[in-house]
């Protein structure tokens, strides 16, 4: 057998490293769970008697389907954690013949997708069909009651990439049979907790109508959310999560509900006529009232709030304030700062998100005082037609928030920012015109902000702000290319093929026929970039899919003859992916590559903990360095614009700020592993899954910049993330991969973006697919996974062939990209 390196390990046995990464992972699965109600049986005594309900109990839900599901060693369901914990659980028989029962529902659901998926070997409609259809729990057998009067009953449910959720029984409402099990416990237990086990927002009116006492936001917490649960029904963790979305009262109290993607028919168009009145800046200002609201949290202690001292650096607003733990149970609390916005010749939101911060564990009495800083640019409204970023004159009032033991906010307002006159940040060149006609709505009147006796005169900021920005736009022009001696070496001695494979990706026996598992090198990854150029010193890059952690094949086998790696062909990797079924060599020897299963992204953007985020990157450094992985396909950082995108769970919030401050902190954690680097995605407004390759989303400028693009603007200004992920649909009819305006003028020459830009898997050509020209033409550097079509294109481009047109110098820039980052991830 010849001789090589192969990633992961040949043993079985647990690492040190494993170990490591599990305790991180349970740690930020319970401090991202959110206690919605609590009547006070929580937390459980030691040793507590339960009955214990649902198919999520023992079938728990880790995360979502698609390219974000992590092939990790093993997971800790809801039954095995409680069990652990020391909790008698009293209907074991009832948990066992739900096995049975869940084994063979799952069966008939494996072959239901065989059934809709056509001719064995059909992958395109073996995925379709799998996306389409997530398997729905089976009820179990009938409740009877236990001794004991608290139980505990499981909602779960799960979604992925391809398709979005539904507003029906099973999937965004209740089913029949979940509401009768539900009726059923409540009826024969007087103490009943439900925990929702969901990637997203479900409907929850069911606590109108039944006697609940306590209510659990678990989401789908990764491999240890088991362990993580119990932690918190226990006490061991108390809750300090809080919700980075706003749950309403009813589906139809979200701004475009019933035209949001499937429900009104039309997946060819999708108009965002809420404007910039998204989640709760649309409940607050057009003043209806949700079920819970956006950074909404309960806890098993109480705190106190008040604010302490406000100060000018630079163009930054620092405002401190103090936090006491009044309770009797040592807790974290969250605080918020907001900032309403003064009436001016716009219509705004009634107030924004400009900060927050974390506690850390307060003891019974303990002070903390926190620090909370934003820059005055996150007060600034976008106005379309001069193409300015600018701020009204008036008062900026500031209003700090945390929520009480009621589940009230607790609020304290006593700063306003005064700004004299109407003052213009910035000027910017126009992106993404509208080509269709857009009616966005307006609240009728602006809400009355509260006073604030202390003001605070701003104009310095302002002006500070200002000159900062001119200088780092100025800066941006002389900012040399790493490695830039090399790469100009390298690509004067490069063939134009070889210039087009760069761009392209390492095409390979996957390439084109499926998603996100297009690599030799490392089983189960992504893909990898073009490995022709060795002759010139220059590598190549492995890429592996996230965000819920490392996507790798956790078994492979070698062939002992030649030392090749077994590989599957394109329907079995599908098989096995969705499946988890095997095709094994008795021959082959065994190798393992577990990586761990973190919390789904909402999860970890509850926890608003930035300093447990970087803790998350730097596990997912750590391991992408064991395999040998350099690019990894995260953190995703799509807005949550409406409850049923598919993919919601991988994204972290509604807020923009959350979303830019959360992937900045996950971007460091990686980043401060020498060759290693994120992608932060999808570039711009995947909002939606269904008919996501030809789904033009038509939304005004101020919407894109205000509510769309500001989080990957964060990032990229704060974290400089190495790569930036396009999208497979298209804003205002033209594919973000082909959008040199999103691409080039506003990532590169705007905020400074230095890395590369590349595709989502297969967007090119197939189902009314971007252009790979016209990607380079763009600015979007790399074309995956790396088809030969792809390639002749480029080179039919330059040569101005089938109506083609392409120009050498706009390769060039793609590749001196590519080369520069090659060499920055493998020096």
């Not at 059909?122 to 004991?148: C, E, Q, R, W």
Request: charged letters at 25%.
């Amino acid at each position: 057998m010849s001789q090589r390196n192969y990633p992961g390990t040949t043993s079985l046995e647990i690492t040190d490293r494993e170990i490591t990464s599990i305790k991180i992972a349970r740690k930020a699965a319970a401090e991202g769970m959110v206690l919605l109600k609590n009547d006070g049986v929580l937390p459980l005594k030691d040793g507590e008697k339960i009955a214990l309900y649902g198919g999520g109990a023992s079938y728990t839900v880790k995360g979502g389907t698609g390219s974000g599901m992590v092939n990790n060693r093993s997971n800790v369901s809801i039954t095995e954690g409680l069990e652990a914990a020391g909790f008698d659980i009293l209907n074991i028989d009832w948990l066992q013949a739900y096995d049975a029962e869940y084994e063979s529902s799952r069966n008939a659901w494996m072959q239901k997708i065989y059934d809709l998926a056509g001719a064995p070997g059909d992958f395109g409609g073996l995925y379709s069909a799998h996306a389409s259809n997530p398997m729905v729990m089976p009820k179990g057998d009938p409740i009877i009651k236990k001794d004991t009067d608290i139980a505990i009953y499981v909602i779960s449910r799960i979604s992925g990439e391809g398709a979005d959720r539904k507003n029906v029984p099973d999937d965004y409402e209740l089913s029949e049979d979940e509401l009768e099990s539900l009726k059923t416990i409540t009826t024969l237990y007087s103490k009943t907790i439900v925990i929702l086990n969901v990637g997203g927002i479900i409907d929850l009116s069911f606590m109108d109508e039944l006697n609940i006492s306590a209510l659990v936001l678990m989401s789908q917490a990764g491999m240890e959310g088991g362990n993580a649960l119990a932690d918190v029904l226990k006490g061991d963790v108390n809750p300090c999560g809080k919700l980075t979305d706003t749950w309403a009262m009813n589906y139809l109290d979200y701004p475009g509900s019933a035209d949001f993607s499937h429900n009104n028919g039309n997946v060819i168009e999708e108009k965002y006529a809420e404007g910039i009145y998204v989640g709760y800046r649309y409940f607050d200002s057009f003043d209806i009232n949700p079920r819970y609201p956006f950074g909404f949290g309960l806890s098993y202690t109480t705190f106190e709030l008040k604010q302490t001292d406000i100060q000018i650096s630079e163009d930054k607003i620092i405002v401190s304030c103090k936090v006491t733990n009044t309770g009797n149970t040592a807790g974290k609390e969250v605080v918020h700062l907001y900032s309403y916005l003064p009436k001016g010749e716009r219509h705004k939101e009634n107030k924004r998100l400009v900060a927050f911060a974390k506690t850390k564990l307060l003891n019974p009495g303990e002070t903390e005082t926190l620090t909370l800083t934003f820059s005055c640019y996150l007060l600034a409204s976008y106005h379309t037609a001069r193409s300015q970023y600018y701020l009204d004159a008036g008062k900026y009032i500031l209003e700090m928030q945390i929520c009480d033991a009621e589940g009230f906010l607790k609020k304290s307002c006593e700063h306003a920012l005064v700004l004299q006159e109407r003052t213009v940040l910035s000027t910017h060149s126009p992106i993404c015109p509208l080509l269709d006609s857009l009616s966005e709505i307006e609240p009728s009147e602006s809400a009355e902000a509260p006073v604030a006796e202390n003001e605070i005169n701003i104009e310095k900021a302002v002006s500070s702000y200002i000159e900062k920005d001119r200088l780092y736009r100025d800066n941006l022009k002389k900012r040399p290319l790493p490695f830039e001696a090399k790469v100009k070496e390298a690509l004067s001695k490069m063939t134009t093929e070889e210039k087009a494979r760069l761009v392209c990706g390492q095409p390979s026996v996957m390439s084109g026929e499926i998603i996100g598992s297009a690599a030799m090198t490392i089983p189960g990854a992504a893909g990898e970039t073009f490995n022709g150029l060795e002759h010139l010193g220059i590598g190549h890059l492995i890429l592996a899919d996230g965000p819920a952690g490392i996507r790798l094949q956790k078994h492979y086998q070698v062939n002992p003859e030649d030392g090749s790696i077994y590989m599957m062909n394109r329907y079995e990797t599908l098989e096995n992916r969705i499946f988890g079924k095997e095709f094994l060599h008795p021959e082959g020897e065994d190798h393992y590559m577990f990586c761990t299963a973190i919390p789904v992204g909402t999860l970890l953007a509850q926890t608003f903990d930035v300093s447990l985020m970087e803790e998350i990157g730097d596990l997912i450094g750590t391991e992408m360095e064991e395999m040998g992985v350099q690019l990894w396909l995260a953190p995703g950082m799509n807005i949550h614009r409406n409850p049923l995108c598919g993919r919601n769970f991988e994204y972290y919030s509604e807020g923009p700020v959350v979303s830019g401050l959360m992937a900045c902190a996950i971007t460091k954690g990686v980043e401060s592993h020498k060759n290693c680097a994120v992608t932060i995605k999808h570039f711009a407004c995947n909002n939606q899954e269904e008919n996501r390759r030809g789904v033009s989303s038509i939304v005004s400028e101020r919407a894109l910049r205000e509510i769309y693009l500001k989080g990957f603007e964060i990032a990229v200004k704060e974290a400089d993330p190495k790569a930036i992920m396009t999208s497979y649909n298209k804003v205002n009819g033209v594919h973000t991969a082909n959008s040199y305006d999103l691409c080039t003028t506003t990532a590169r020459n705007e905020w400074g973006f230095s890395g590369i830009i590349m595709t989502d898997w297969l967007t090119t050509n197939a189902n009314g697919g971007s252009a790979a020209s016209k990607c380079i033409e763009a600015g979007n550097d790399l074309i995956m996974p790396g088809n030969k079509s792809d390639i002749q294109e480029i080179l039919d481009a330059l040569d101005a062939k089938k109506d083609l047109s392409l120009s050498m110098e706009a390769l060039d820039a793609c590749c001196r990209r590519m080369l520069s980052m090659i060499l920055q991830l493998t020096t």
